[in-house]
C-alpha cells in the first residue's frame, strides 16, 4: 500500500522560510510525477509545483523564484523548500503523486492517485 506522509509545516513570520517533506512508502518504483499543492479556508485548492520523473519541473507563478521543488528517488522522498514567505502563502499544504507514466505531469489533481494528509503552513505579517 503506497503511503504519503508529509512534514515540515508551522508557523513563521513573513519572510521566513520552511522545507516541507513528504516521504514515500510502498512503492515497487517511483513515481513518474509528484507534485504540491495548497488549500486555504475559502479558496479551491490549487497547485503550488509538480516535478517529472526526467527532472522538468512546473511552478504557479505566485511562486517562482521563491519555492524549489526537488525529489531524492533514493530516499523516496520529495521536497519543497519555501523561501521568502509570504501570507498569501498560508494554507495546507499537500503532496500528490502518480504511477502512470507519462510525457507531461497531468494538470487535472485527479489524475494523482496518492495524496498525504496535508500539513499546515502559517505566514503571520
Known amino acids: 500500500q503506497v503511503q504519503l506522509v508529509e512534514s515540515g509545516g508551522g508557523s513563521v513570520q513573513s519572510g521566513g522560510s520552511l522545507r516541507l517533506s513528504c516521504a514515500v512508502s510502498?512503492?515497487?518504483?517511483?513515481?513518474?510525477?509528484m507534485g504540491w499543492l495548497r488549500q486555504a479556508p475559502g479558496k479551491e485548492r490549487e497547485w503550488v509545483a509538480r516535478i517529472h520523473s526526467d527532472g522538468s519541473t512546473y511552478y504557479a507563478d505566485s511562486v517562482k523564484g521563491r519555492f524549489t521543488i526537488s525529489r531524492d528517488n533514493a530516499k523516496n522522498t520529495l521536497y519543497l523548500q519555501m523561501n521568502s514567505l509570504k501570507p498569501e502563502d498560508t494554507a495546507m499544504y499537500y503532496c500528490?503523486?502518480?504511477?502512470?507514466?507519462?510525457?507531461?505531469?497531468?494538470?487535472?489533481?485527479?489524475?494523482?492517485?496518492?495524496w498525504g494528509q496535508g500539513t499546515q503552513v502559517t505566514v503571520s505579517s
Open positions: 510502498g512503492y515497487t518504483d517511483h513515481g513518474f510525477c
Open positions: 500528490a503523486a502518480s504511477s502512470t507514466p507519462v510525457r507531461l505531469c497531468p494538470v487535472i489533481p485527479s489524475l494523482y492517485q496518492y
